[in-house]
């Protein structure tokens, strides 16, 4: 299949006009034959929501809100970004993916993080769950931000076996002191492409652009193959669309060739991991 990343920028809090982009993006996407289209974390909702995070919150099986990209998803399928709140009226970031008509899974972002600039956790609660699902493209693994820079997500994903792992974020941009290459993109897609090739699986990420709350956001979305090749990638700074076409044979071909995923052994991993805990 041929799978598009769009790298938008939000408006704050506002769902029907981030839906129209969306929208607008995805017949976009559709005149150059894709047929999955992967937007940014929080792409529905703006990422600085604080205290309006209830307000756009929804269930994104039954709200009504998401009606247009239900409908649109029977032409291509949608991952995006929004605010997911449960039965018991906790709030989630999410990540949902959105096929033939329906809302087919959510992950909840496990690792929202509050450190430095961030304060997730002062708005969202951690999500508990990490676990692949099955698609007509695959089965596929999805994770927000945060979730990238811990080791275990996506490897547990994989461990699930999936194929495609579809990462959201809203990355904010730091600058490097002495540094003439933009250190923000060469680290995150350092990291992109040790994943692809010790899972041996392909890596589709989608960041954010635009100002908001006085933070900027840098782009440089990218699609990475299954042995660590950038097919790939979206501009700096500037709001982008990028496709590259998505073979799961591939993802055989490398496994066979390189047989460091098949050979893991999730439970020597397991095993030493709950002595290492019971231990500490």
């Known amino acids: 299949m041929k799978a598009a990343v769009a790298q938008t920028t939000s408006v704050l809090g506002n769902i029907e006009k981030n839906i129209d982009n969306h929208l607008r993006l995805c017949e976009d996407a559709l005149s150059k034959k894709a047929e999955l289209i992967v937007f940014p974390e929080l792409s529905l909702t703006g990422y600085s929501l604080k205290d309006i995070n209830y307000d756009v919150a929804l269930d ?39 096929s033939d ?79 003439d290459n933009f250190r923000n993109y060469e ?31 840098w782009g440089g979305s990218e699609i990475v193959d299954p042995s660590g090749t950038v097919l790939a990638k979206a501009k700096l700074f500037e709001e982008d669309i990028i496709f590259a076409d998505i073979n799961t044979e591939e993802v055989r071909r490398t496994r066979h060739l390189a047989r460091h995923f098949l050979d893991e052994e999730p439970d020597l991993m397991l095993k030493n991991l709950k002595k290492i805990v019971k231990d500490q």
Request: hydrophobic share 40%; proline share 5%; aromatic share 12%.
């Open 60 to 98: 994104p099986y039954t709200s009504k809100m998401l009606d247009p990209l239900r409908k649109m998803s029977k032409k291509i399928s949608i991952v995006c970004g929004l605010v997911e709140e449960d039965k018991a009226f906790a709030v989630y970031n999410s990540a949902a993916f959105i």
């Open 101 to 179: 008509g329906e809302v087919k899974f959510t992950h909840r972002k496990i690792y929202p993080p509050t450190y430095g600039i961030f304060e997730e956790r002062r708005y969202f609660s951690a999500g508990k769950t990490c676990r692949a699902f099955d698609s007509k493209f695959g089965r596929l693994g999805l994770m927000v931000c945060e979730d990238l820079w811990h080791l275990s997500v996506p490897y547990l994903m994989a461990a699930d076996q999936a194929q495609i792992l579809i990462g959201i974020a809203c990355s904010p941009t730091r600058m490097a002191p002495g540094s």
């Open 187 to 217: 680290i995150n897609s350092e990291h992109h492409k040790t994943y692809s090739r010790i899972l041996s699986s392909y890596l589709l990420f989608s960041n954010r652009v635009g100002f908001e709350d006085g933070v900027n956001f």
